[in-house]
């Protein structure tokens, strides 16, 4: 599986392509409406067949490029059923499986920054959305949010894979790109080391963070699959 990573400097977002080499179906997972040029020109150079554009959840601070995806390439949007998008061709629950080629990816369903979170394993490596970030999470304080089902959803779940899967966040504010489950069992500073579910939702509870700029616009945008 070849997997690139691609920004936005505005919202310091990850999006990632991903894609079988041997039969070229790809995937991109969180989308910028703002980058579909960009990213479009990048899939046709590549000589990519785009069979997806997945959602790790409805963004708050960014809108998806997944809509216009879909009417120049044909492309299938998956979001997760809690996440409310009607616009998604695909509905994703826990466990369903999207085929490139020989290649899969498996949704997890990792609720607690929203209630529709998912994470996408991929061939080693896991793209984790705003649920886990590297030596963060993500916040839990809007749609849906809960900080007790983050802890389970990050102990449960994504902290019970291999230590040496890629971690591919939804986001990063210090220049870091990846990092890996084991890493971020030991060095995370909400979560690593064991750390109690009650010390955690603490730490949540009480981070006091200002709306995001853009949840006004970005999440109906988001619902609309970026074509309202």
């Known amino acids: ?12 977002t990850y999006t990632y392509l991903v894609w079988d080499e ?8 969180d989308s910028v409406k703002e980058q579909f040029d960009r990213d479009s020109k990048y899939i046709e150079a590549l000589d990519l067949n785009l069979k997806y554009a997945l959602e790790t959840h409805v963004h708050a601070d960014h ?6 995806h879909r009417m120049l390439f044909g492309t299938k949007v998956g979001v997760h059923r809690d996440g409310g998008s009607e616009c998604a061709n695909i509905q994703i629950e826990d466990g369903d499986e999207f085929k ?14 929203t209630a529709g979170d998912v994470s996408f394993l991929i061939d ?11 030596r963060a999470c993500g916040r839990t304080d809007f749609q849906q949010g809960d900080s007790a089902t983050l802890y389970e959803s990050i102990t449960q779940k994504l902290f019970t894979l291999p230590d040496d899967t890629i971690v591919y966040p939804g986001h990063d504010y210090s220049g870091f790109t990846a990092s890996t489950i084991g890493e971020e069992k030991a060095l995370n500073p909400r979560l690593g080391q064991n750390r109690p579910k009650e010390a955690f939702m603490e730490i949540m509870d009480n981070m006091n ?6 949840i006004d616009i970005a999440v109906p945008g988001n619902l609309a699959c970026g074509l309202a």
């Open 63 to 68: 809108i998806t490029a997944s809509g216009k």
């Open 124 to 134: 080693g490596a896991v793209f984790t959305g705003d649920a886990l970030l590297i």
């Open 209 to 214: 963070l200002p709306k995001p700029k853009r």
């Open 22 to 29: 041997e039969t070229r179906e790809a995937a991109i997972i």
């Open 100 to 113: 490139l080629g020989s290649q899969t990816i498996k949704a997890i369903h990792t609720p607690g920054h």
């Open 1 to 12: 599986m070849k997997v690139r990573q691609l920004f936005d400097q505005d919202t310091w």
